[in-house]
């Protein structure tokens, strides 16, 4: 594969599985060989001249002898590059067809090693330590408290009874709180499950960068009519009022803050793009799959991910690295089969049947990340919520302010890597920084995979960082919170 200057040096490009014309079979194929002959006198003559006669591809073919005999003609192997040959369809689903051999011999060797671990009615008790104790949906409740805290503050800073100093002031002072408080309770609380905190916690972030996105879009808005006003335009705040489309400050009704809210995004808009209609067979599909996916990912963990980790620790005790090295690679398996259900479960699934509810019409929650030759590429395409909000809220204002995108990006790394930490350090009520230093490496490893490895080879990195990478913090994690909890000391 890949050798140049191929027998017919023919550079024509050619996508599909067979050559197009073949020098015998059917009376198509005999009726155009007469042509040709006709076409070119020389050919077939048996003289010294050994003229090519061309096909309708224009690829030259050696004409000699009777017209049936001629089989052969100048043409490349397809796995040289130059007979631009590129269906390898084939190949890919031999690929998948692998996979599932393998994947199916795995499955029964751990089914005969463990019989069924899949226990759905243990799943609770990852949520529930005390049946008469919901901490973790309190929590959730609570957090009512600090969207109405931002809405009442907003109200204010419209119509002026509140300064900008006062106000941003009060939004600091809410924003800090959201952050604080439920690790507090997270921390304090007996009654609180790891994945019960865990999940509190996730929800008190999403509602913390909304707020942040809440407060700059009408101050944006305060800031263009505050303009408008001295140029003496006299219009309202979001530009021209047309029918149908809300302006600065008719935004602010408690409907349109839960809207958001609950919109499957982070950034604020006064006028979100809305779907015509719930489209219902579409909204099945993924409650379907929300419901399926969660199935699964459970019992993949259970019956999967749980006795790996486990037969993890003694390696570890004793640190034999080899061993270490050998159940991270067989834990790296499951471990990305089940990153990759998520990803589909949270971003197809349930952000589609959450926007088709709400017809909430932008619907980019993720872009081709599959396909990254760079770390850059990865960040930017596999969560689009995420990224658009750290591109609007933290980025372009840090650039803005005069800071070398090496610092913008840095902040933006570090700002990620704090919230990694804080939704797993807080749950697992242990500090050890792997998820912190996990998102800090993304810097320099895009320094590393960007110039040496491209193209492929780019990609390849990038899988190969996402295939180890994580089972790497995930063994970190557990170890350290299993020698904290059940190691006798
Ligand atoms: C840090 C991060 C925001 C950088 O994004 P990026 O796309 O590589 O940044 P770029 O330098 O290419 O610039 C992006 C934008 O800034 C704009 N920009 C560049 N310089 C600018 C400047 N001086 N002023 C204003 N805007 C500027 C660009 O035009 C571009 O705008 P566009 O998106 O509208 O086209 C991105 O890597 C990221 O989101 N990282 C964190 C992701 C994360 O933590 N995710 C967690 C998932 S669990």
New binding site residues.
């Given amino acids: 594969m890949g050798d140049h200057g191929g027998a017919g040096g023919s550079r024509r490009r050619r996508t599909g599985s067979r050559p197009s014309s073949l020098g015998s079979g059917g009376p198509a194929a005999v009726a155009e060989e007469v042509r040709d002959s006709v076409a070119s006198p020389d050919v077939g003559a048996g003289g010294d001249a050994r003229a090519l006669a061309r096909d309708k591809n224009g690829d030259a073919r050696v004409g000699s002898g009777p017209l049936e005999l001629r089989c052969h003609r100048l043409q490349d192997s397809l796995f040289s590059s130059n007979s631009g040959f590129s269906n390898y369809r084939g190949i890919l689903n031999w690929c998948v067809v692998m996979l599932i051999l393998s994947n199916a011999r795995l499955f029964l060797e751990n089914l005969i090693k463990y019989g069924i671990l899949v226990d759905p009615i243990q799943v609770v008790s990852l949520f529930l330590k005390d049946p008469y104790s919901w901490p973790a949906p309190c929590l959730v409740i609570v957090a009512n408290v600090f969207v109405v805290a931002a809405f009442q503050v907003e109200k204010r800073l419209a119509v002026g009874t509140l300064t900008e100093q006062a106000g941003l002031l009060l939004h600091v002072a809410n924003l800090v709180t959201i952050l604080c408080f439920p690790a507090s309770v997270a921390l304090l609380v007996k009654s609180i499950t790891p994945v019960g905190s865990l999940l509190a916690l996730v929800a008190y972030t999403i509602l913390f960068l909304k707020l942040i996105s809440y407060r700059d879009v009408n101050l944006w808005c305060r800031q263009y009519r505050a303009k408008a006003k001295t140029a003496s335009v006299g219009k309202k705040a979001s530009g021209d009022s047309t029918q149908g489309t809300i302006s600065y400050p008719d935004n602010l009704t408690y409907r349109d803050l839960y809207y958001f809210i609950f919109a499957p995004t982070l950034c604020y808009e006064l006028n979100f793009p809305r779907s015509p209609r719930i489209r219902k067979r579409f909204l099945l599909r993924r409650l379907l799959e929300m419901l399926f996916f969660t199935q699964l990912q459970v019992a993949l963990i259970q019956q999967w991910m749980v006795p790996t980790i486990q037969n993890s620790m003694k390696p570890f005790k004793d640190m034999d690295y080899s061993r270490i090295i050998e159940r991270l690679l067989k834990l790296a398996v499951p471990n990305h089969l089940i990153w990759l259900i998520f990803f589909y479960w949270l971003f197809h699934s349930c952000m589609n049947a959450v926007a088709e509810l709400m017809q909430f019409g932008d619907r980019e929650f993720y872009r081709d990340w599959w396909n990254s030759e760079s770390v850059?590429?990865f960040?930017?395409n596999?969560?689009i919520p995420?990224?658009k909000w750290?591109?609007r809220h933290?980025?372009?204002p840090l650039?803005?302010r005069g800071n070398s995108?090496w610092v913008?990006?840095t902040?933006?790394?570090l700002?990620?890597?704090f919230?990694?930490e804080y939704v797993l350090s807080i749950p697992l009520r242990m500090f050890r920084l792997w998820a912190f230093t996990a998102?800090m490496a993304?810097v320099p490893l895009a320094w590393i995979v960007g110039p040496f490895f491209q193209g492929n080879y780019g990609n390849a990195a990038v899988w190969l960082t996402l295939i180890i990478g994580q089972p790497m913090a995930v063994l970190m994690y557990v170890h350290d919170y299993y020698v904290l909890n059940y190691e006798p000391s």
């Fill in positions: 850059g590429y960040w930017q596999w969560n995420v990224h750290c591109l933290f980025y372009k650039l803005q995108k913008a990006r902040g933006v790394f700002a990620s890597a919230f990694h998102m993304q």
